[in-house]
């Protein structure tokens, strides 16, 4: 079918198979199809190619309903056909004509007779109108003056339009070559005619190993296939569908960039690529880069990534990544970043990511495993974090954190900042108290605070302090790898509304304190001082919030699925309740068959016994008393 379609299509041209989606289909689907359908086995034998399947799927997703050539090719192809097209009628038309050349060595046709005769006519005409104008000219000075004055300022008038004209044009062409050379070259039949190559020849490959595993053989032959030559190519036909894939994901990137520039709407989701991403590296894109968005600016990326996963200080390793997820404009591509993670194994990447192959194509990804010891190590000091923050010492210093902003609006950012610079400047006072660092030009208000008030500011301080640090040991143990984060979610810990208590109350007190008590950033004229961890956790709230979001969509999904589940059970057990009755009567008729009457239905027997109130065995034992 396959050879069918491309012969085909080879005999209407390369051209309108490579343009049409339907074909293509056809092309694409009858590989895949084949695989399918073999898919076991070649799993049997120890090939996986699902990944494979999956990339030329999201092949066939990303091709625009209608493929057609882009304009300035197809104007190309146009101008070279109408080319062609004169050539050949010049050539038809002086067949058996012989050429001359000039002292240059170009070759000139030779002109007809008709044509001679038409030129010296023309010559002839030109010296008469000449010789005509000279005579007009000597009888009419005056006029000719006048005249020939006009047509020289008509003359330089036109000579400027043209001039004009001609620089306008050049600079359009100068404007089309610059965009044409900011804009990537990229052949979009060169890349679907890959991707049909690579479908080809990985059926082929499939089908002959499977037909090679099938063939008879030897008892001596059959050992030696089965102990290394059939294990052998399955490894290498297991590393092809894994370098395959990854290219056509990179043809893909290629093909998705070429038709965002030609304007060409390809509607795809990041959905389609779940099942190729890691649940972080999904989440991450989703949040940060768009549902929607298949690219995105590097700037934007990188600076997410840094501030969920850690500062990047090596130049180097920033810029490897740079190469490993941009694609040809700079851009940061899903594709790519597919790619990446898995030959990298995993998102967020090594901290030694520079040092790893970079080859997108590789075949073999790195592994980093981990020990079961370090697992459990991170496991418990994840729940010592848990621990602590349900400690009643914790319990204080929040106690006093929400006691001290339990008169303001926490939703209004200024009243929450008044009210920590509140506490800034008594925290001030009684600083200077304490260590007399008070200056007395200072136009600071004088602040008398009573022991108990005292007291009270210093437990503040304390309990920001503590809070502070607690949260930036979670952003650590965040980052230090998988297995944390996977346990600091399942816990459900620390919680999205206490994270925002804590961006919302502890930095109107860190801003206090910085500014007011240690008199930092005096000649800052905006004073927006944040550590960093403030902007951590408000990256980590995009991220639970998006979670939060499918969350709520798979609790719904469970919901109808309980109560499907409980609606089937009690079918089942009414349905069980019915077959037991059924059984009892069955019995009861077996046992005493003289009590199956009305033609011994059990449905008639039921009847009686409601219409009547008295059973057939009654009836029966009346009678023999009778």
């Known amino acids: 079918m396959l050879e069918a ?27 895949v199809g084949a695989l399918k359908q073999r898919r076991q086995d070649l799993i049997n034998v120890g090939v996986d190619c699902e990944e494979f399947i999956r990339e030329c799927e999201n092949f066939l997703v990303i091709l625009p309903e209608q493929l057609t050539i882009p304009e300035n090719t197809a104007r190309h192809i146009h101008e070279n056909k109408t080319r062609k097209m004169v050539m050949n009628e010049n050539h038809t038309s002086v067949v058996g004509a012989t050429t001359s050349t000039d002292t240059d060595g170009n070759s000139h046709l030779p002109s007809t007779n008709q044509e001679q005769q038409h030129d010296n006519n023309s010559t002839k005409g030109k ?69 049909i190559d690579k479908v080809k020849n990985a059926e082929k490959a499939a089908m002959d190993f499977l037909d090679d595993d ?44 070429h038709y965002t520039i030609h304007d060409k709407a390809v509607k795809i989701s990041v959905d389609r690529l779940r099942e190729d991403m890691t649940k972080d ?119 006093n954190i929400y006691g001290w902003f339990n008169c303001v609006n926490k939703s209004n ?67 230090v790898g998988e297995v944390s984060r996977d346990t600091l979610q399942n816990v459900d810990f620390p919680g999205k509304y206490r994270i925002k208590d804590f961006i919302t109350l502890v930095r109107a007190l860190d801003h206090a304190n910085y500014y007011t008590v240690m008199e930092k950033g005096k000649n800052d004229k905006i004073k927006e001082y944040t550590p960093e961890i403030y902007e951590f956790l408000e990256e980590y709230l995009e991220l639970l919030e998006q979670q939060s ?38 019995q009861i008729e077996k046992e005493d068959p003289s009590s199956s009457s009305n033609d011994g239905s059990p449905s008639n027997i039921d009847e009686e016994v409601s219409r009547t109130g008295i059973s057939v065995g009654d009836q029966n034992a009346g009678n023999s008393s009778q």
């Open 413 to 479: 950012k200024q009243e929450v900042q008044k009210r920590g610079d509140e506490w800034g400047k008594k925290m001030k006072a009684m600083k200077d108290k304490k260590f007399g660092t008070k200056k007395e030009n200072t136009s600071t208000e004088k602040i008398e605070l009573s022991e108990e008030e005292e007291e009270h500011i210093d437990n503040i301080d304390k309990a920001r302090r503590t809070v502070y640090f607690f949260y930036e040991r979670f952003m650590v143990m965040w980052r």
């Open 549 to 586: 979001e499918e969350n709520k969509k798979f609790k719904e999904k469970r919901k109808e699925l309980r109560v499907k589940r409980h609606e089937k059970r009690a079918e089942e057990k009414r349905l069980e309740e019915k077959e037991e009755k059924q059984k009892q009567q069955k």
């Open 214 to 257: 099938k063939s008879t053989r030897s008892i001596f032959d059959y050992m030696k296939w089965m102990t290394y030559k059939r294990p052998m190519r399955a490894r290498e036909l297991r590393e092809y569908f894994i370098t395959e894939a990854d290219a056509i994901r990179k043809e893909i990137d290629d093909l998705y960039l």
């Open 127 to 195: 010296d008469n109108t000449k010789n005509h104008q000279e005579d007009d000219n000597q009888g009419n000075s005056t006029t000719t003056a006048t005249t020939s004055v006009s047509s020289e300022t008509k003359d330089t008038e036109e000579d400027k339009k043209e001039d004009n004209d001609e620089n306008n044009r050049d600079g359009e062409k100068k404007d089309n070559k610059t965009e044409e050379q900011d804009q990537p070259k990229i052949d979009s039949k060169k890349i679907i005619k890959n991707v």
């Open 281 to 399: 590296c999904y989440w991450f894109w989703v949040t940060y880069m768009g549902k929607n968005n298949m690219t995105g600016t590097w700037d934007e990326f990188i600076g997410s990534y840094e501030l969920l996963y850690g500062q990047i200080e090596s130049t180097r390793t920033k810029q490897h990544l740079r190469q490993l997820v941009c694609n040809r404009t700079g851009e940061v591509s899903v594709f790519r970043l597919i790619t990446a993670i898995r030959i990298h194994n995993g998102f967020p990447f090594s901290r030694d990511i520079s040092t790893m192959s970079g080859n997108l194509l590789s075949t073999i990804p790195v592994t980093e495993d981990i020990s079961e010891e370090k697992r459990m190590k991170l496991t418990e000091m994840t729940m010592q974090l848990v621990k602590d923050f349900s400690s009643e010492e914790m319990r204080t210093h929040l106690s």
């Open 5 to 31: 379609l491309i012969a085909w299509g080879i005999k209407f041209g390369v051209t309108d198979v490579l343009h049409n989606k339907d074909i293509l289909k056809k092309l694409i689907e009858g590989a």
